[in-house]
């Protein structure tokens, strides 16, 4: 699974998640109604999706918003992944 979350697009998706996720409990607690169940469901959605940095949407669109050194990143991460397995045949 391809990356497709930027480091800053991860981050927002984990702070707004784990703030849906509180809302969603405080919710639930006062009012048991089907919005706190909503609101923790997509805040753990969110959460996963930042940690994971992997968006369904996004690969549904065919869009990205890892960028430049994040890019750089990743490609030098596959690069070891890639060499390492070369090294272990031999």
Do not use: F, W
């Amino acid at each position: 699974m391809q990356r497709n979350v930027g480091t800053i697009d991860a981050y927002l998706r984990i702070t707004m998640g784990l703030t849906m996720l509180g809302m969603g409990i405080i919710r639930g607690i006062r009012k048991n109604d089907a919005l706190s169940g909503l609101l923790v469901s997509a805040g753990a959605m969110k959460v996963a999706e930042g940690t994971t940095r992997y968006c369904p949407m996004l690969h549904a669109l065919g869009r990205s918003t890892v960028h430049g050194s994040d890019l750089a990143v990743e490609i030098e991460a596959k690069s070891i992944e890639l060499v390492g397995e070369d090294t272990e045949d031999e």
